[in-house]
T-cell receptor
Framework: DVKVTQSSRYLVKRTGEKVFLECVQDMDHENMFWYRQDPGLGLRLIYFSYDVKMKEKGDIPEGYSVSREKKERFSLILESASTNQTSMYLC???????????FGDGTRLSIL | SQQGEEDPQALSIQEGENATMNCSYKTSINNLQWYRQNSGRGLVHLILIRSNEREKHSGRLRVTLDTSKKSSSLLITASRAADTASYFCATVQGAQKLVFGQGTRLTINP
């Protein structure tokens, strides 16, 4: 089975801090994704990557950046955390486009 | 706007009953996928139905797709307490992106 591991289940940071969320997948998947999930808004795509060092903006990239230096690892960076970035962050991977995505258990991030 | 919209937003039934959730979408699709999310966890893929398929089964799950109405339904038969979760449909938009609806919260009462 594919395993997608997110580095933290819960994280508390302060406004203005630079925050790193890490995601690792163990099945050599090409595609990796970062979403945030908020009540009433569902899942929204922040960034995705279809290859090492490649990245594409999703629907809500503002305030975020990503890094994919190795195929198995996709990092989400909050450059200067703000309270409106308090959310559940979900990482996912898929072998090829249009195919099912495998999700990690999420990181619940609170910005104080 | 959301590509997939689930209906109802919340559903509460007795254990052993069948649960039906619906999904509508706006544009043409390559495939439609259903996912389950237990509280506080990530999403788990349940079933994928291609645009040229009308019905698909997996265990107690039955998915139908009507491309003329741009709608899909997920039926869970003989529900169990462990089926309590949120269920999402997702459609492929563009080359690589999945677009999720806001989900249906299903509660199975013992």
């Amino acid at each position: 089975d594919v395993k997608v591991t997110q580095s933290s289940r819960y994280l508390v940071k302060r406004t203005g801090e630079k925050v790193f969320l890490e995601c690792v997948q163990d099945m050599d998947h090409e595609n990796m994704f970062w979403y945030r999930q908020d009540p009433g808004l569902g899942l929204r795509l922040i960034y995705f990557s279809y290859d090492v060092k490649m990245k594409e903006k999703g629907d809500i990239p503002e305030g975020y950046s990503v890094s994919r230096e190795k195929k198995e690892r996709f990092s989400l960076i909050l450059e200067s955390a703000s309270t409106n970035q308090t959310s559940m962050y979900l990482c996912a991977s898929s072998l090829i486009s249009n195919q099912p995505q495998h999700f990690g258990d999420g990181t619940r991030l609170s910005i104080l | 706007s959301q590509q997939g919209e689930e209906d109802p937003q919340a559903l509460s039934i007795q254990e052993g009953e069948n649960a039906t959730m619906n999904c509508s979408y706006k544009t043409s699709i390559n495939n439609l996928q259903w996912y389950r999310q237990n509280s506080g966890r990530g999403l788990v893929h349940l079933i994928l139905i291609r645009s040229n398929e009308r019905e698909k089964h997996s265990g107690r799950l039955r998915v139908t797709l009507d491309t003329s109405k741009k709608s899909s339904s997920l039926l869970i038969t003989a529900s169990r307490a462990a089926d309590t979760a949120s269920y999402f449909c997702a459609t492929v938009q563009g080359a690589q992106k999945l677009v999720f609806g806001q989900g249906t919260r299903l509660t199975i009462n013992p």
